[in-house]
Every structure is written in C-alpha cells, then in structure tokens.
C-alpha cells in the first residue's frame, strides 16, 4: 500500500485575479470546491498549501485542513514542498499537487494519474486533455503539451515539450495541459533543488525545469479540458456552469 498526500497550493495575490481561492460557486469558495473533489478521490490525506490567513481560515471553516508556508516561493511546486516538510509526515511515498484554481477537475481523472504512476513506476506524471477550440494553438493562457503517443485511456507516454503557443501543429499529438503533477518523493525532493532553467523561466512553465534536466514526465488523458479560473470572465464562465448542473 503506497503512502500519498495531495497538496494544493492556493495564494491571494494572483496577478490577473487577486482573491480568486475565496470566489463563490454555489455559495463555496473556489478553493474548498477543489478540496471537495481530491478528499473524494481517497487517494490520501489533503492539505492546502497557502501563505494566506485568509485561504487557511476558509478551508478550515469548510472542513478541510490547510498549513501556512512562506511567502516567497516562485512556483507552486516549491510550496508543497515546503508543506511537505513542515507536516513531517513519514514514509510518503508519492505527492499529488492540485492547482487551487480549478475546481472543475474530474476526480475521477485525478485517481487515473494515480493508479498510472503506480502501474508504471513513474517518477512525474501530468494531465492532459483534446482541445478542439480553433485558437487553441494561440491562445497563450492555454499550456500545451505534445507527447510521444497519441493519448488513450490506458496508456501513459513521455512528454516531449510544453510551450504556451504554437505558430502551427508540430505533430498530431498536441494537447491542453491541466496543471496537476503527480510525483514520487525522490524526485520532487530533486526537482525542488534544481536552479530554474532560463527555458522555464522564459515560458513561465515550471515543468520544463524537469525536461531542461532529463527528468522524464509521463501524460495521461483527462476526459475533458476543465476550464481553469485565470480571469474574471473564466470565472463568471465557470460559475454560469457550474451553478447550471447543480
């Protein structure tokens, strides 16, 4: 039996929609309802990650249990581990990290990840998911990734790059990267020691610190590409949808 937590990193100060963890769909704050859909997956004990009293005392009203770290991680990936370390939880085997911001996500897509990990003894794993909007490819706030295979159900390629726009397709496996990591402890623990390459740095994507240093990442297929809360109209959109099916 593997030992796993999921750890959700979760700050006020997003540049384009400060305050957004704390926005209400159905009367819950968008940072419980992503807590809501990783305790359903029963995967392991869930913690949001936040430098923000606020977002801790909102998970906790809700239920959920959350731990403070500082405030001067460049990526989400540094905060969790930061959490990680601060909860001093033994034998961990793996760490999920879910974006805070998307609470859309199927649980059932983040269990798939998990058992894909176990099954292949994968060291990072990734999501992602087809694309059909025409400006997909443009679209600099969507992350693509293009992948050894073609995505199925069942299999778990290598991705080969990540970049926020395309001039054209470069193969016919593209597609929309959902920003949840899976990772075995070793190698977040040598993820997290790696400088940031100017690669990543550059593309402002966190992951190709990974490819910038031969640290492979496996992509398994979402059902659908969930619509991640960047911008007030992603939220209202978001919102209308959600608030629509319930």
């Known amino acids: 039996m593997h030992k796993t937590l ?60 959350a731990i403070l770290t500082g405030n001067h991680h460049k990526t989400g990936t540094d905060r969790i581990f930061e959490a990680y370390k601060k909860l001093g939880i033994n034998d961990v085997d793996y760490i999920l990290n879910i974006q805070g911001d998307e609470p859309a ?70 597609y929309h990267h959902i920003g949840m990591y899976a990772y075995d402890v070793k190698t977040l623990e040598k993820f997290i020691h790696l400088k940031q390459t100017k690669n990543e740095i550059k593309n402002r994507l966190e992951q190709l610190r990974a490819l910038d240093n031969n640290l492979k990442i496996n992509v398994a297929l979402a059902k659908f590409s969930p619509i991640g809360v960047d911008t007030k109209e992603d939220y209202l959109a978001l919102k209308k949808i959600m608030e629509y099916k319930s």
């Open 105 to 174: 996500l199927d649980e059932q897509d983040i269990i798939n990840l998990y058992n894909l990990m176990i099954k292949n003894n994968s060291h990072i794993g990734t999501l992602a998911a087809e694309n059909e909007d025409k400006n997909f490819f443009l679209n600099e706030n969507i992350v693509k990734v293009d992948t050894q295979e073609k995505l199925n159900n069942t299999n778990f390629p290598l991705a080969l790059s990540f970049s926020r726009k395309y001039e054209s397709r470069i193969n016919e496996n593209v």
């Open 6 to 65: 999921i750890l959700i990193p979760s700050r006020m100060s997003a540049t384009r929609l400060p305050g957004k963890p704390l926005l209400k769909i159905n009367n819950l704050s968008i940072i419980s309802h992503v807590v809501n859909k990783a305790e359903k997956t029963k995967i392991g004990k869930v913690f949001v990650c936040t430098e923000d009293q606020d977002i801790l005392d909102e998970v906790e009203k809700n239920g959920g249990n």
